[in-house]
T-cell receptor, first 116, second 114 residues
Framework: GQQLNQSPQSMFIQEGEDVSMNCTSSSIFNTWLWYKQDPGEGPVLLIALYKAGELTSNGRLTAQFGITRKDSFLNISASIPSDVGIYFCAGRTYPGIIQGAQKLVFGQGTRLTINP | NAGVTQTPKFQVLKTGQSMTLQCAQDMNHEYMSWYRQDPGMGLRLIHY???????DQGEVPNGYNVSRSTTEDFPLRLLSAAPSQTSVYFC?????????????FGPGTRLTVL
């Protein structure tokens, strides 16, 4: 099946540093999504990308849809303590049929830890 | 407006026991789904439903049953629990099958099978 490789698996940074993470796949996706999961909670959507080459920001977060449609990147600028959590990428394809047409494939997650 | 709720939050089962994980949403969403989250593997789709009375299998459906008798509720049943089903289970919903990117996730159920 389709797989997403997300890296790095974990990051330990100082408050105020910038963060970069990425997802790659051997498959082409039509949509890339980035989620954040806080401890004990479900994932929450941060950014959605719909077009190859698209660059979208949400506050200090910026994500890009790779031009090959096989990868995506998430950057966090000037990290703060509330950025701690697990970040997931997810890809979505449209095979063109209704049943089972849209399934999200998730990456393994990047665990972000911030030292104040 | 409670969003997506899941019960219980924690559960311990013995091998062979059965149980039902409850999921409810109050947003009148058509699309609901169940995922399991295992360390280092992201979220994997178990079953999904595009509306009341309609369900289908996801990526890892074996050992699980679902039904959707109402728009609001989408319970997940473990027929005979196995240690391999130890995981965190998330229910999610979205307005329709075609708007999956606005999925709302519940807080999760942490299940341990001994």
């Amino acid at each position: 099946g389709q797989q997403l490789n997300q890296s790095p698996q974990s990051m330990f940074i100082q408050e105020g540093e910038d963060v970069s993470m990425n997802c790659t796949s051997s498959s082409i996706f039509n949509t890339w999504l980035w989620y954040k999961q806080d401890p004990g909670e479900g994932p929450v959507l941060l950014i959605a990308l719909y077009k190859a080459g698209e660059l979208t920001s949400n506050g200090r977060l910026t994500a890009q849809f790779g031009i090959t449609r096989k990868d995506s990147f998430l950057n966090i600028s000037a990290s703060i303590p509330s950025d701690v959590g697990i970040y997931f990428c997810a890809g979505r394809t449209y095979p063109g049929i209704i049943q089972g047409a849209q399934k999200l494939v998730f990456g393994q997650g990047t665990r972000l830890t911030i030292n104040p | 407006n409670a969003g997506v709720t899941q019960t219980p939050k924690f559960q311990v089962l013995k091998t062979g026991q059965s149980m039902t994980l409850q999921c409810a949403q109050d947003m009148n969403h058509e699309y609901m789904s169940w995922y399991r989250q295992d360390p280092g593997m992201g979220l994997r789709l178990i079953h999904y439903s595009v509306g009341a009375g309609i369900t289908d299998q996801g990526e890892v459906p074996n050992g699980y049953n679902v039904s959707r008798s109402t728009t609001e509720d989408f319970p997940l049943r473990l027929l005979s629990a196995a240690p391999s089903q130890t995981s965190v289970y998330f229910c999610a919903s979205s307005y329709s099958f075609y708007v999956q990117d606005t999925q709302y996730f519940g807080p999760g159920t942490r299940l341990t099978v001994l």
